[in-house]
């Protein structure tokens, strides 16, 4: 049973609702189908006997589903899922009791792996706990995955390395990145699909994961119409990432300020026996506001301030990664 809420416009469509994310007909077998368990105004909750914890199928059903495309609503947004315990693996490793540092690769492609070498160990020196791969970095002929991962460890650096690909060499990439030296493996969760994230997870490869959220965007960001920012950070978070990311109070993302709180709430909270998951703060940090994102994110437990094309900035005094 997994029981989810939804702000809903005309709120008479609740029943179609849980009739398109169950059965899909009135006459469909009631151990099957969804019900509308509660209703005040504009939010329905609806509850499903047998929803699956099949992280495509659940996308299919709840978050991305046919409910989308239906012109019965003009108003639908998941704001709320009580999951059930042990429903997905979640984190490997608990986040931990304090605030990291993380850092990006800048520029975003063009480097080889040498350079790529030179500028984490660069980034390191300067604070990062972490550094990772850009998104849009994946396995070029200038710079090969496995060339760079060999340089990058060589210079003694933690590294996420981006193994975002095709999906049927997935896991061999990721084992192979931490076979040459990689700390943790990235991955654009949400254009290599979120199970990719989960197979990631159950293949038990020893580092932590860093999730990408580039995609997630398209399900949050629209208010009347898909899912709230901390449902997506709860579900990824589940999958099996153990580096979220949540946006940042710096205006440079969408995320409202409450959004992002929530969002670090949703890596935190007790969810069953998983673990948390450290929410990353990042988009716009930079040296000179990196205290004041975390003072603005109320916690400085189990979070990262991640900074990316800022830590270039040659103008700053010793260019170091600093928090208060």
């Known amino acids: 049973m997994i029981r989810v809420t939804y702000e809903l416009d005309p709120p008479e469509a609740a029943e179609t609702l849980a009739l398109i994310e169950s059965v899909g007909r009135a006459d469909g077998p009631e151990r099957v189908r969804g019900h509308v368990v509660e209703q005040d105004g504009g939010r329905a909750v609806l509850e499903f006997p047998a929803v699956t914890n099949d992280v495509a199928l659940l996308v299919s059903s709840l978050l991305a589903g046919e409910w989308a495309d239906s012109s019965a609503f003009t108003?639908?947004?998941?704001?709320?899922?009580?999951?059930?315990?042990?429903?997905?693996?979640?984190?490997?490793?608990?986040?931990?009791?304090?605030?990291?540092?993380?850092?990006?690769?800048?520029?975003?492609?063009?480097?080889?792996?040498?350079?790529?070498?030179?500028?984490?160990?660069r980034l390191a020196a300067a604070g990062a706990d972490l550094v990772k791969d850009d998104e849009l970095l994946g396995d070029p002929e200038w710079c090969p995955l496995e060339e760079r991962v060999c340089a990058v460890a060589a210079a003694g650096v933690n590294y996420a390395a981006n193994v975002t690909g095709p999906v049927e060499t997935l896991l061999d990439r990721a084992r192979r990145v931490v076979e040459l030296g990689a700390g943790a493996i990235m991955i654009n969760a949400f254009a290599q699909g979120l199970d990719a994230l989960r197979a990631l997870r159950e293949a038990d490869l020893g580092v932590p994961i860093f999730v990408h959220r580039v995609g997630a965007a398209l399900w949050a960001r629209q208010p009347k119409l898909g899912i709230a920012p901390a449902v997506v950070a709860e579900l990824t978070r589940l999958c099996?990432?153990?580096?979220?990311?949540?946006?940042s109070f710096t205006g440079t993302v969408y995320d409202s300020a409450d959004d992002v709180r929530a969002q670090i709430r949703a890596c935190h909270r007790t969810i069953g026996n998983a673990r948390r998951s450290v929410a990353v703060i990042g988009g716009g940090v930079a040296p000179d506001n990196a205290s004041a994102q975390l003072e603005a994110a109320g916690t400085r437990s189990g979070v990262m301030v991640l900074?990316?094309?800022?830590?270039?900035?040659?103008?700053?005094?010793?260019?170091?990664?600093?928090?208060?």
Do not use: H, M
């Open 307 to 324: 900074f990316g094309s800022a830590a270039y900035d040659g103008s700053r005094p010793k260019n170091e990664l600093e928090i208060a």
């Open 240 to 247: 099996g990432a153990d580096y979220v990311q949540v946006g």
């Open 75 to 121: 108003l639908c947004r998941l704001v709320e899922v009580d999951w059930p315990d042990a429903f997905l693996p979640g984190p490997a490793f608990d986040a931990p009791d304090r605030v990291l540092v993380g850092a990006i690769v800048k520029p975003s492609l063009g480097l080889s792996p040498a350079e790529v070498a030179d500028t984490a160990a």
